[in-house]
């Protein structure tokens, strides 16, 4: 296996990573930044009022999510597995 090979797959990898946790975290983000503007606006800091919500969304997100998330892991577990059985 080659430097050449190897970079590719720890490119593919950083690339899977970003895919599966991108839907996550821009979730978190714009939830977060809803209810920090809603109490931002009501003078209420109350912190449970941050965590509810976005706890809630990033379940929702995740069960919607998950097939993909489960698939681009399979794959590329599928590459890695089937370049290790061709090492030997």
Known sequence: MT???????????????????????????VVGTIVSLIQALTQIQEATLSFIPKALSIGIVLLLFFPFMLESIQKLSDKIFDKIMNLT
């Open 3 to 29: 430097s050449i090979e190897v970079l590719e797959f720890l490119r593919e990898m950083i690339w899977v990573i970003i895919k599966i946790s991108a839907p996550v975290l821009v979730t978190a983000l």
